[in-house]
């Protein structure tokens, strides 16, 4: 099940970036956390407004942004 429904655009929130159920913590912050090394564990003891699926929500979302295609003009 998706849980897309768990990322949130307001321009009042972090200038309109995509956060977490309204919160001001952004998607990139968690991803940056997980590039980082921090498990999932320990990004929830740090951010204890977070739940589970909210790091699957901004995983998900990642996935999707990366899906695109790319032109080469030549």
Known sequence: MSELH???FD???SS???TIRGMRIRVKDI????AAGASHEEIL???PALETADISAALEYAARQSDHIVLHIA
């Open 16 to 18: 309109g970036r995509p």
């Open 31 to 34: 991803l940056e956390l997980l």
């Open 11 to 13: 321009p009042q929130i």
């Open 6 to 8: 768990r990322i949130t």
């Open 45 to 47: 003891e740090d951010y």
